[in-house]
């Protein structure tokens, strides 16, 4: 045997004891076990990771509530804990006050706020199985803040003892007894730098130059090395290839993470260069001869970039052409006059200081009936809706005053009384009024304001007055969606006319798009005259206001289609929204040729969605979920309108991504909470009353009335004007195939859903296209295809009128022997 053997031989002995040494002394062996273990069972993680995120909110309401009701529930906790007769003020009892008692007081003070912080964390990672944050760093920052901030909050205010907790009072009283005061600040200092250095690596260089980085070797270490280098190479040109790859995978086992030195090429004279060996490395990558059946490798060139124009060539094209305009191509165009829409005279009705008087008079003494005193009470004079907002004395429970909404209601004799208690920002309680002569909101009247004439917005929108006389006026693009619902009758179709009214009036064609979808087929056909102008539609369509409900999926998919194509121009630009985008093409910093254009704001105006649900489901909630989520920074907009804000219509995807909420009078208040997540709407007097929600506080506004011959004249007036050659069009999608039953089976026309609609009905032994709607969740039409391809496919037989069609295959096995057998 010789040296190399004993060598290599002593070397896996070594190495099989250390990896025994490791596998019996391992301390975190059981733990692993343990956490494997738990992955495993899905069950038991799930339920841990529910628990974690319920005790993390049980911890933050506890540690909240204590910081108000400490002082009064420190004795109850000690010296009356098992008595049910004493309550606490913790809003989440004893167990709460008890908690809060430990961690706080007993414990780190209010850092232990940050444990809320680390039970949250964890039970995200538990229950959902991705990080929400690098866990190993937030408990590692998280614990040291929870210990350092105790200390030092003890040390600058000692004498509050909810601040750093006993922890930070005992430890500041065990430091000051063997530092003193200022070696306490000291040792503050001192282990926050430390912990800095230890995590985040800082540098205390005072002069760059003389900072020492990893290249900084010097020529003795490279010598050194080069030399040890050598040694190595030539103990490895003894080896037989065998036996050197047998070392090198049992160095890799025993030192994985060393890294090897790199190689430097020396000769040596009694080493030949087909005995040497040639090790690689991460730092380098000697050539190696080609030989027999090696693959050939080769790298593809990058695709080139979009060209970057310098700061001297962008000034030098604008300085000789400007800057690009959008509107050049139609650079005639006017925008509608405000003599188009009506004036409604002087609509202003006073409200008499004797309605005043009386209102106020009957709800001082209803509230005085219940024993509620006012301290002061003021009315706000709205265009239909007064509010009266009150000053309850001291003790008045607000929830009293809310509960008696019906009692003032019926003491007033009026409908839509609304109560807000409190009113966010004031400390007041609002109670709201109609009045007996409500004014008329005209669109003359608020497209005339200043508020909307000079709104520096993207996409300004002008609904109405709110209950303050003030001109209500929000940003599509920062809304970014706008969810609409309403009873029939309420107003709602005049607030979609208001709202594309109000665009029409700021925006030139080059700026804005419409895509209107209008399954009653009546209510948006005026808008047909400014095709050329400000409508979108698919490529082959003849008619740019959608009805038919297969024509709305092509054009939502083919919008998504639209919204992909827009990013891709985003990333190439290097932007992250539509503004910035189009700032950067009309300084010419895009070049068009590289396929940047200008792009539009796109706005998809779906009237009665509530119709597309039930006749397509999926096939439409999907792409608008995608577009809701997606489409705002690309300047992609929407706006849903529905009679029946239900639940099965309005879905919580569809409400998470529409934090725009519009809604008219509706008819109860289960259909308020869909729409607003609140209740309210259903006590709104109607015609054009409406309360509006921008995910925050709630706004009543009075809807500002358009009338038809107003949109007629506005659209008459855009569509005489001269108008772009096409209408705009859409990216071209190919939907799933329409075409029916023909008594052949024709494989090209085969849905994609068609093997598992039949295994469905086999199984149930039921030819129905309601089932497979349910199941498969997908429109009443496209359940109605694949109901006629399994007829001309024999797997169920013809329509027997109401009942469900005979299913004639009646197993699995033979349905998929027959599904082979299909044209593909």
Same mark, same amino acid.
Not at 544 to 552: E, L
Not at 624 to 637: E, K, S, V
């Given at each position: 045997?010789?040296?190399?053997?004993?060598?290599?031989?002593?070397?896996?002995?070594?190495?099989?004891?250390?990896?025994?040494?490791?596998?019996?002394?391992?301390?975190?062996?059981?733990?692993?076990?343990?956490?494997?273990?738990?992955?495993?069972?899905?069950?038991?993680?799930?339920?841990?990771?529910?628990?974690?995120?319920?005790?993390?909110?049980?911890?933050?309401?506890?540690?909240?509530?204590?910081?108000?009701?400490?002082?009064?529930?420190?004795?109850?906790?000690?010296?009356?804990?098992?008595?049910?007769?004493?309550?606490?003020? %913790?809003?989440?009892?004893?167990? #709460?006050?008890?908690?809060?008692?430990?961690?706080?007081?007993?414990?780190?003070?209010?850092?232990?706020?940050?444990?809320?912080?680390?039970?949250?964390?964890?039970?995200?990672?538990?229950?959902?199985?991705?990080?929400?944050?690098?866990?190993?760093?937030?408990?590692?920052?998280?614990?040291?803040?929870?210990?350092?901030?105790?200390?030092?909050? %003890?040390?600058?205010?000692?004498?509050?003892?909810? =601040?750093?907790?006993?922890?930070?009072?005992?430890? %500041?009283?065990?430091?000051?007894?063997?530092?003193?005061?200022? @070696?306490?600040?000291?040792?503050?200092?001192?282990?926050?730098?430390?912990?800095?250095?230890?995590?985040?690596?800082?540098?205390?260089?005072?002069?760059?130059?003389?900072?020492?980085?990893?290249?900084?070797? !010097?020529?003795?270490?490279?010598?050194?090395?080069?030399?040890?280098?050598?040694?190595?190479?030539?103990?490895?040109?003894?080896?037989?290839?065998?036996?050197?790859?047998?070392?090198?995978?049992?160095?890799? &086992?025993?030192?994985?993470?060393?890294?090897?030195?790199?190689?430097?090429?020396?000769?040596?004279?009694?080493?030949?260069?087909?005995?040497?060996?040639?090790?690689?490395?991460?730092? !380098?990558?000697?050539?190696?001869?080609?030989?027999?059946?090696?693959?050939?490798?080769?790298?593809?060139?990058?695709?080139?970039?979009?060209?970057?124009?310098?700061?001297?060539?962008?000034?030098?094209?604008?300085?000789?052409? @400007?800057?690009?305009?959008?509107?050049?191509?139609?650079?005639?165009?006017?925008?509608?006059?405000?003599?188009?829409?009506?004036?409604?005279?002087?609509?202003?009705?006073?409200?008499?200081?004797?309605?005043?008087?009386?209102?106020?008079?009957?709800?001082?003494?209803?509230?005085?009936?219940?024993?509620?005193?006012?301290?002061?009470?003021?009315?706000?004079?709205?265009?239909?809706?007064?509010?009266?907002?009150?000053?309850?004395?001291?003790?008045?429970?607000?929830?009293?005053?809310?509960?008696?909404?019906?009692?003032?209601?019926?003491?007033?004799?009026?409908?839509?009384?609304?109560?807000?208690?409190?009113?966010?920002?004031?400390?007041?309680?609002?109670?709201?009024?109609?009045?007996?002569?409500?004014?008329?909101?005209?669109?003359?009247?608020?497209?005339?304001?200043?508020?909307?004439?000079?709104?520096?917005?993207?996409?300004?929108?002008?609904? #109405?007055?709110?209950?303050?006389?003030?001109?209500?006026?929000?940003?599509? /693009?920062?809304?970014?969606?706008?969810?609409?619902?309403?009873?029939?009758?309420?107003?709602?179709?005049?607030?979609?006319?208001?709202?594309?009214?109000?665009?029409?009036?700021?925006?030139?064609?080059?700026?804005?798009?419409?895509?209107?979808?209008?399954?009653?087929?009546?209510?948006?056909?005026?808008?047909?005259?400014?095709?050329?102008?400000?409508?979108?539609?698919? $490529?082959?369509?003849?008619?740019?206001?959608?009805?038919?409900?297969?024509?709305?999926?092509? !054009?939502?998919?083919?919008?998504?289609?639209?919204?992909?194509?827009?990013?891709?121009?985003?990333?190439?630009?290097?932007?992250?929204?539509?503004?910035?985008?189009?700032?950067?093409?009309?300084?010419?910093?895009? %070049?068009?040729?590289?396929?940047?254009?200008?792009?539009?704001?796109?706005?998809?105006?779906?009237?009665?969605?509530?119709?597309?649900?039930?006749?397509? @489901?999926?096939?439409?909630?999907?792409?608008?979920?995608?577009?809701?989520?997606?489409?705002?920074?690309?300047?992609?907009?929407?706006?849903?309108? &529905?009679?029946?804000?239900?639940?099965?219509?309005?879905?919580?995807?569809?409400?998470?991504?529409?934090?725009?909420?519009?809604?008219?009078?509706?008819?109860?208040?289960?259909?308020?909470? &869909?729409?607003?997540?609140?209740?309210?709407?259903?006590?709104?007097?109607?015609?054009?009353?409406?309360?509006?929600?921008?995910?925050?506080?709630?706004?009543?506004?009075?809807? /500002?009335?358009?009338?038809?011959?107003?949109?007629?004249?506005?659209?008459?007036?855009?569509?005489?004007?001269? #108008?772009? $050659?096409?209408?705009?069009?859409?990216?071209?999608?190919?939907?799933?195939?329409?075409?029916?039953?023909?008594?052949?089976?024709?494989?090209?026309?085969?849905?994609?859903?068609?093997?598992?609609?039949?295994?469905?009905?086999?199984?149930?032994?039921?030819?129905?296209?309601?089932?497979?709607?349910?199941?498969?969740?997908?429109?009443?039409?496209?359940?109605?295809?694949?109901?006629?391809?399994?007829?001309?496919?024999?797997?169920?037989?013809?329509?027997?009128?109401?009942?469900?069609?005979?299913?004639?295959?009646?197993?699995?096995?033979? =349905?998929?022997?027959?599904?082979?057998?299909?044209?593909?």
């Amino acid at each position: 045997m010789g040296r190399n053997e004993y060598k290599t031989e002593d070397k896996k002995s070594k190495s099989t004891s250390k990896k025994k040494t490791l596998k019996r002394f391992n301390p975190f062996t059981k733990i692993n076990v343990f956490f494997t273990k738990l992955a495993n069972n899905e069950k038991l993680t799930k339920s841990i990771g529910l628990f974690l995120l319920a005790f993390s909110a049980f911890l933050l309401l506890a540690f909240s509530s204590f910081l108000f009701t400490w002082k009064i529930d420190q004795n109850i906790i000690n010296n009356h804990w098992n008595d049910p007769s004493i309550q606490v003020e %913790n809003w989440l009892g004893k167990l #709460g006050a008890y908690t809060s008692h430990q961690f706080i007081f007993n414990g780190f003070g209010i850092t232990s706020f940050l444990f809320v912080f680390l039970s949250f964390v964890l039970g995200f990672r538990v229950l959902f199985k991705s990080d929400l944050l690098p866990l190993g760093k937030s408990f590692k920052y998280s614990i040291f803040s929870i210990v350092w901030i105790s200390i030092l909050l %003890n040390y600058i205010l000692p004498s509050n003892p909810i =601040l750093g907790g006993a922890f930070g009072f005992q430890t %500041n009283l065990w430091l000051g007894s063997i530092i003193g005061s200022i @070696g306490i600040l000291l040792f503050l200092i001192l282990s926050v730098l430390i912990f800095s250095v230890i995590n985040f690596n800082i540098s205390f260089n005072l002069s760059p130059a003389k900072a020492i980085t990893e290249n900084d070797i !010097t020529e003795e270490e490279t010598l050194e090395e080069n030399s040890i280098n050598t040694i190595d190479e030539s103990y490895e040109a003894a080896y037989t290839p065998e036996e050197t790859e047998e070392v090198e995978t049992e160095s890799k &086992t025993e030192e994985s993470s060393e890294i090897i030195p790199l190689i430097v090429e020396l000769e040596t004279p009694n080493i030949t260069e087909e005995e040497t060996v040639e090790l690689t490395t991460e730092n !380098t990558e000697p050539p190696q001869p080609k030989e027999e059946g090696d693959i050939e490798f080769s790298v593809e060139e990058p695709i080139e970039k979009d060209e970057i124009l310098t700061d001297k060539e962008v000034d030098s094209k604008v300085k000789d052409f @400007g800057e690009y305009d959008p509107k050049l191509d139609l650079a005639s165009y006017k925008l509608p006059s405000i003599d188009l829409l009506k004036d409604f005279g002087d609509t202003e009705k006073n409200v008499s200081s004797e309605e005043l008087e009386a209102n106020k008079n009957k709800i001082v003494d209803t509230l005085s009936n219940y024993n509620i005193k006012i301290a002061s009470i003021k009315a706000t004079i709205g265009p239909t809706v007064t509010l009266y907002e009150i000053v309850p004395e001291a003790g008045v429970r607000i929830s009293k005053i809310k509960n008696l909404e019906d009692d003032i209601a019926l003491s007033l004799a009026a409908l839509g009384i609304r109560i807000i208690a409190p009113i966010p920002g004031k400390g007041t309680v609002g109670i709201e009024v109609p009045n007996q002569n409500p004014e008329i909101v005209s669109m003359r009247t608020v497209v005339a304001s200043d508020k909307f004439q000079n709104a520096k917005m993207e996409l300004p929108v002008v609904m #109405g007055k709110t209950i303050t006389n003030e001109t209500y006026v929000f940003d599509l /693009a920062k809304m970014p969606h706008l969810l609409m619902a309403g009873a029939t009758g309420q107003g709602k179709s005049v607030g979609l006319n208001a709202v594309l009214v109000s665009l029409l009036y700021k925006k030139h064609p080059s700026q804005l798009k419409f895509i209107l979808i209008d399954p009653k087929k009546v209510e948006l056909t005026l808008y047909n005259k400014i095709e050329r102008h400000y409508l979108a539609k698919l $490529p082959d369509a003849e008619e740019a206001i959608i009805t038919d409900n297969d024509k709305v999926i092509n !054009t939502l998919n083919s919008l998504c289609i639209e919204m992909d194509q827009r990013y891709d121009l985003l990333k190439t630009a290097m932007v992250r929204n539509i503004v910035e985008y189009n700032a950067k093409f009309i300084a010419r910093k895009l %070049n068009p040729e590289n396929g940047h254009k200008f792009l539009p704001y796109i706005v998809l105006v779906i009237d009665e969605f509530a119709d597309l649900i039930m006749t397509a @489901g999926k096939e439409v909630e999907t792409p608008i979920a995608r577009l809701a989520q997606l489409a705002r920074a690309i300047g992609i907009h929407l706006i849903i309108a &529905t009679q029946r804000p239900s639940a099965n219509i309005i879905t919580g995807i569809i409400k998470a991504n529409f934090p725009g909420r519009l809604a008219f009078r509706v008819t109860s208040g289960i259909d308020s909470r &869909t729409i607003l997540d609140s209740s309210g709407a259903d006590q709104l007097i109607g015609k054009g009353d409406m309360l509006i929600s921008q995910g925050n506080d709630l706004i009543r506004v009075q809807c /500002a009335f358009v009338d038809t011959p107003e949109v007629e004249a506005i659209c008459d007036f855009i569509g005489e004007q001269r #108008g772009y $050659p096409e209408t705009f069009t859409l990216p071209e999608y190919v939907g799933e195939s329409a075409t029916g039953g023909s008594g052949t089976f024709d494989g090209e026309d085969r849905d994609a859903l068609f093997d598992d609609a039949a295994r469905m009905l086999v199984t149930h032994q039921q030819g129905s296209a309601s089932l497979l709607q349910r199941k498969m969740k997908i429109g009443y039409n496209r359940a109605g295809r694949l109901i006629d391809q399994m007829e001309d496919a024999g797997i169920i037989g013809p329509s027997e009128g109401s009942k469900a069609r005979q299913v004639l295959i009646t197993d699995l096995d033979s =349905l998929e022997q027959l599904l082979k057998a299909l044209p593909q």
